[in-house]
Structure formats: C-alpha cells, structure tokens
DNA sequence: ACCAATATCCTTGCAATGCAAATATAATGG
DNA sequence: CCATTATATTTGCATTGCAAGGATATTGGT
C-alpha cells in the first residue's frame, strides 16, 4: 500500500510540474507588477503569499527569458552582504503581455470549472 | 501598430500552449469521469462544453499516454460509418489521479487568486 | 468493381518549459 | 585567510502540446 501510494504521489508530483508551465511566467509578472524586486525576494513573497515554492534553478532561467522577450527590465544594486542585487521591473511591452495572459488564465479556469460541472443532457 | 499587435498575438498563442500542459489530463478525466467517449467525442464534446479546442495530434498521444499509465482503459467498438470507435473510461487508479490533480488544481488557482490580489504591507 | 467521401484513429518530430545540480560572485565575521 | 551567507547563472534532461501526414473502415455513386 505504501508502495502504490508513493507511485501516485510521484505521478502527482511530475503532473504538478508540467502544470506550472506557462503559469510561472504570469505569476512572475503579476507579483512584479506594483513594484520591483529581486530574485530572492521573489521566490520568498511568493512563497509567503501563494502556495508556490520556486527554487533558483527555476526562477532564473525564466527571469532571463522574460528579459529576453522584453516583458521585464533589470538594474543592478547593492544589497547588504552578499551578491549584488538584480532588480526586475515590468516594462511597457510586459504589462501588455500580462493584460492578455490575465485573460488567457480567467478563460482556462473557466473551461475546467465548467468541465468540472455535471453534464447536461443531450 | 499591427505588425507589433501580430507579433503579440503569437507570443500569447505560443504562451497559452505552454499553459495547456498537464491541464489537458484533468480536462480528459473530468470528461470521461461519468461515462465513456471515444477520441472524436471527446474533442467535440469538450469543445461544446468549454472554450478548448483540442486537435487530434494532440488527444490521442495523450490517450495513449494515459493508457499506458494506467488512468484509463480502452474498448473496441463499431460506429455507424467510418472506423470502428474506441472508447474511453476512468480505471480506478484514474479517479485516485483525478481526485489527487483536482486538489492540484484548486491549489494552483488559489495560488495565481493570491498574487492577482494587491500585496498586502510590509 | 472502382473511386470519392466521411469518420475515426495513429505516428513522427519539433519547440518550449520546469527543475535539479553544480558553479560563480561578493561581502562579512571569525 | 577561511567559512558562511546572500545572491545570481549555467547546463542538461524529462515531459509535454501540436502540426502534419498517414492509416483504416464503411458507405454511396457511377
């Protein structure tokens, strides 16, 4: 029993991973959207605000790539010991982009709430 | 103006795929949780009922895979006209995944719910 | 008998992503 | 000077969605 329940946990866990695709790079340009932050302050307020858990491996790649895409913006600046500090702010294109992921994600929702619904006759 | 909107549009095309993964086998489950379908039955059935348009490129690879995996188990039989149907129902494994990646789900809209709402100070 | 149309299903290959693991850089304290 | 802490980067792999093309079975027209 323990067995087959650690094979579907591992399943759930490897499921989990492909549902975060695409949905990373909305939550890092929703929690952006007020006010700039660095990598670290990232992961850890989304964390403190979600039930989201982003490791470096994870985080950094992506923010590269939304650079890369123009969607985010960085500057560098001292923080208090330790590496500099990249802060990451959403640029013009970038608010534009979330506008039309906002809309993407309300309509997903939406179609697996109303697959989740009974079915109706036919 | 419209060469930038295009280019928009297609970032979002691309983006909304990414988005699709590991959503489509919650999508597949919850169709097939109250009675078996067969492929084209699932993609027109889903279409009616939501906003998702699913191709058959992109179905029957993801049957097989839950097939494989044990999720849902398969029968052959005639339709009237045109290949013979197969249809698709849940095993009982499948409705221990489906109940376990619904969690999954909820979870992970809580979670984007969460960062859409203003931050909270500080 | 043949061919076209229709309904259904399958296979191959590519592009994109999340993440573990390892590495790099800078400041501080002992 | 070394260890620790805070931060950022890179590499490579496993997995997925999907376009494109093809395969199989039945029916109807000629």
Redesign the interface.
């Known amino acids: 029993m323990t067995q087959e329940q650690s094979r579907?946990d591992d399943?759930?866990a490897r499921?989990?991973?492909?549902?975060?695709?695409?949905?990373l790079?909305?939550?890092i340009l929703?929690?952006l959207r007020?006010r700039e932050k660095y990598g670290f302050e990232l992961i850890s307020g989304?964390a403190k605000?979600?039930?989201?858990e982003l490791s470096e491996g994870t985080i950094y790649p992506l923010l590269l790539r939304l650079a890369k895409?123009d969607l985010i913006e960085s500057r560098l600046a001292q923080g208090d010991g330790g590496a500099p500090r990249k802060y990451y702010s959403v640029t013009p294109?970038g608010r534009?982009?979330l506008d039309?992921?906002?809309a993407?994600?309300t309509?997903?929702?939406?179609?697996?709430d109303?697959?989740?619904a009974?079915?109706t006759d036919r």
Chains 1, 2 share one sequence.
């Open positions: 579907l399943s759930v499921w989990e991973t492909q549902l975060r695709k695409g949905v790079e909305l939550v929703l929690t007020e989304i605000r979600s039930s989201l895409d294109h534009r982009m039309a992921m906002t993407g994600w309509k997903l929702v939406a179609s697996v109303a697959l989740t009974p079915e």
